[in-house]
């Protein structure tokens, strides 16, 4: 048989089975039950393994072909893309995986030598399972990259062997496979990885020349990107300065997660709950974040802190700093829509003119006065909004966050001014009141409001929320007043 007609077979048994399972009418699938579903999908599963092993063959044999050609130089000259995004292309599918389907094909297919002697596969019990249609492209490939890793980790330690670290740590990813698929086989590769590195494998000092630090990538989504490489000490001190936020015992309203237990959840609910039923907390106002938002908002509110002692390096002659310029009609938010204005930081560049108005409640203010060509005419004396003692009275009297069914403590909250003090608020316990960082940005982001005429915070909703508006109180630092304030 010729190639021609090897590849015009394969065509036509492509095309019967395909016609085959398109003759399976929505109505006869509908009378399946539950077990026939089942077996269908195993079918369906089945098959689709099987043609998985012809594309993992095909991509490496097709890359292999045109680097073969490429060293030759035939056909190549006027080629300019890789072998791999050339068949990605002709495909449809990205890059990486061409080069997952050839790097399980390196792993997992035999082979000969420069002698034309037998090789085995490089991991011949993943291989039998994949070719065997026992696990999937994916799993195979978790699989494969399990292994490479802890083959690098064996190697760095003297008193391992390693061709018995990788035959014994097959076997348990096969077996694992075998008793429960797929995410067993993630948690028995990582198991085996923790196992490997918690014997004395420490970071070379060429290894942390080369990934060690903080990584600035750039701008991604609107959001600065970075990625680190830390030590097991540089982990240790970011974990214990960001774990605060995230804690599930500190939740933000009774919409937060983290995976508390149902006890802590029982108890927290009791101590949240408000004096009646239109008082529950407003959607809005529970906290949405996700863990990995509330760990970066814990690094920051703990840099935050050092940055407002007196006790860092300095830099310049100034203590580290968050540093921002912004022009007064801008400050107090009577920008026209059509003029230009001045709002950056000396850290990031253009800011949101509506950060700088947050950020400004707890901020160091230096007032300046510029000409339009922005020669200096007169410095202000520099102000400190709220001053210690006013906040340690606001830590009395609300004891934390303000906001309806909050529970973040008053060392996690910031003070804010319930009438801005870029409109001429005063910084007064009067008109201060203090919110954790998740609602500080929700009330000025938001319709919300903040009513003190009683002298004490109550939050307003917006119409969209409640038509009648009902102030609503944070009883969770107040128990004793539940059922005895009516909030009105």
């Known amino acids: 048989m010729t190639t021609t007609q090897l590849l015009q077979r394969m065509l036509t048994y492509s095309d ?13 699938l509908t ?36 680097q073969d050609a490429q060293a030759t130089g035939v056909g190549t000259r006027l080629r300019t893309k890789t072998p791999e995004e050339r068949l990605a292309e002709r495909l449809g599918v990205t890059k990486s995986e061409i080069r997952r389907r050839v790097a399980l094909a390196d ?9 034309d002697q037998a090789v085995e ?8 399972l994949f070719n065997s249609g026992g696990t999937s492209l994916s799993t195979a490939s978790t699989m494969i990259r399990e292994l490479d890793k802890a083959t690098v980790l064996s190697n760095a330690t ?14 348990a990813l096969v077996q694992a496979q075998h008793q429960g698929g797929a995410p067993l086989v ?54 214990a300065g960001s774990s605060f936020e995230a804690n599930p ?33 407003a959607e809005e106002l529970k906290d949405s974040r996700t863990r990995s938002q509330k760990l970066a908002d814990g690094l920051m509110r703990t840099i935050q802190a050092g940055l407002s002692t007196n006790k860092l390096p300095q830099n310049g002659g100034l203590r580290p700093q968050v540093m921002v310029t912004i022009d007064a009609e801008t400050l107090q938010g009577r920008l026209a829509s059509h003029k230009t204005f001045q709002s950056h930081s000396a850290q990031v560049g253009p800011i949101d003119p509506g950060l700088i ?9 230096l007032p300046i006065v510029l000409n339009g060509e922005g020669r200096v005419l007169d410095v202000g004396v520099p102000q400190r909004l709220f001053t210690t003692e006013q906040r340690k009275i606001l830590y009395a009297r609300d004891l934390g966050c303000s906001a309806p069914g909050c529970t973040v403590p008053a060392d996690g909250c910031e003070a804010h001014h319930v009438q801005e003090w870029s409109k001429g608020g005063p910084t007064t316990i009067e008109n201060g009141v203090l919110v954790c960082h998740f609602h500080h940005k929700l009330v000025h982001d938001t319709p919300w409001k903040i009513d003190m005429g009683r002298g004490v915070p109550y939050w307003v909703p917006p119409k969209a929320v409640d038509p009648d508006q009902k102030p609503r109180r944070n009883y969770h630092f107040h128990p004793e007043l539940v059922g005895a304030d009516s909030g009105t």
């Open 121 to 128: 596969p490089k991991y011949p019990a993943v291989a039998e």
């Open 107 to 115: 792993a997992l297919q035999s082979g000969t030598d420069e002698y």
């Open 31 to 66: 009378r399946l039950s539950d077990d026939q579903w089942a077996d269908y999908a195993d079918a369906v599963e089945a098959m689709s393994r099987f043609l998985t092993r012809f594309q993992v063959h095909a991509a490496a044999a097709f890359v292999r072909a045109a």
């Open 186 to 239: 993630t948690t028995v590769g990582k198991n085996w990885l923790n196992r490997l590195n918690t014997k004395n494998v420490q970071p070379t000092s060429e290894l942390a020349k080369q990934f060690q630090g903080l990584h600035l990538i750039g701008r991604k989504y609107g959001l600065n990107h970075g990625e680190f490489y830390l030590d097991d000490e540089q982990w240790a001190t970011l974990v």
């Open 357 to 365: 108005r947050r950020i400004a409640c707890n901020a160091d203010l």
């Open 16 to 28: 019967a089975v395909r016609t085959e399972f398109d003759s399976l009418t929505d109505t006869q």
């Open 249 to 281: 015992r500190i939740k933000t309203t009774n919409g937060g997660n983290g995976g508390s237990d149902t006890a802590s959840e029982m108890l927290f609910d009791d101590a949240v709950s408000s004096p009646a039923d239109e008082d529950a907390v």
């Open 158 to 171: 003297p008193d391992l062997d390693t061709a018995r670290v990788r035959r014994d740590m097959e076997a």
